[in-house]
């Protein structure tokens, strides 16, 4: 449990330190994502596990639903990765609550 919530505050550093971009769009995915993760965090304290379960899977279709140039793949590839990796991991904890 301390590991989720440091991994998730660590989440919420990095998605912070990438503020506004160059990129209308990556902004327009980190806007959405972070109320998103605003609302996977209140669930989650209250241990409404199965809405959790439902808003990761949002974040999920999010994460893998962006349209991105060419140029901008090469400069947010590595922080879309990180994200999505995050996403699945609170996924599976979020499964391993659920059973």
């Known amino acids: ?10 989440l919420l550093v990095s998605l912070t330190a990438l503020g506004q971009t160059d990129s209308p769009v990556f902004n327009d995915f980190i806007s959405k994502y972070q109320e998103l ?3 996977y965090r209140e669930n989650y304290d209250s241990k409404n596990f199965k809405q959790t379960e439902l ?16 140029i901008e793949i090469s400069e947010f590839q590595s922080s879309l990765d990180g ?5 699945y991991y609170n996924l599976a904890c979020t499964y391993s609550l659920l059973r």
């Open 1 to 10: 449990m301390k590991k989720l919530i440091i991994f998730v505050a660590v």
């Open 83 to 87: 994200i999505k990796a995050s996403t």
């Open 55 to 70: 808003i990761l899977k949002e974040m999920l279709i999010l994460t893998e639903g962006i349209k991105l140039s060419e």
């Open 37 to 39: 993760e605003s609302k």
